[in-house]
């Protein structure tokens, strides 16, 4: 069996750690996940838990603060005046880890599918907080870290999310 590098979420400590495929630390980041708590539901506006892999890397060599929608890349930068004028939009930032449920009934497949619901590891706003729960969903990072995340893993990277756990 093949080891690999594997990233392990905690929604209580609001981090993200990635471990070597030595099971090793190699980094640590502050995130930020629903604001509504933790669950698998479409529609609930949660984060989902368990077992999932990085399906999808999308931004690669965009700029830092490039504005994403529907996994597009939308021309802008988000700037401190474009945050401003729109401070309760749903920014999705600079790179996108698109991740993919692995248990079925539990995150994959039926009305608890994590792609179809469109959880991402995603860039964030300078201005937006990280370490505390505010998403829709998604695991936000600050631009930079998630540039550092992006560039470390190769997709199908393991992707744990734990709700009461230490990362």
Request: aromatic content about 8%.
């Amino acid at each position: 069996m093949m080891r690999t590098m594997k990233i392990r979420v905690s929604i209580a400590e609001q981090a993200l750690a990635l471990f070597g495929v030595d099971g090793r630390l190699l980094r640590r980041y502050p995130v930020s996940t629903a604001a509504l708590g933790a669950g698998e539901q479409q529609g609930s506006y949660q984060t989902p838990r368990g077992r999932h892999i990085v399906r999808a890397k999308i931004g690669y060599g965009a700029p830092v603060g490039a504005v994403f929608k529907a996994r597009r890349w939308t021309g802008e930068i988000c700037t401190a005046e474009a945050f401003a004028a729109e401070p309760e939009r749903d920014w999705i930032l600079t790179r996108i880890l698109w991740l993919s449920g692995r248990d079925v009934g539990r995150n994959r497949l039926g009305q608890v599918d994590t792609m179809r619901r469109y959880i991402y590891l995603h860039g964030t706003p300078d201005q937006v907080a990280v370490g505390r729960p505010a998403s829709h969903g998604c695991v936000r990072m600050r631009n930079s870290d998630i540039v550092e995340l992006f560039d470390l893993v190769p997709c199908g990277t393991e992707v744990e999310i734990v709700e009461n756990e230490p990362v």
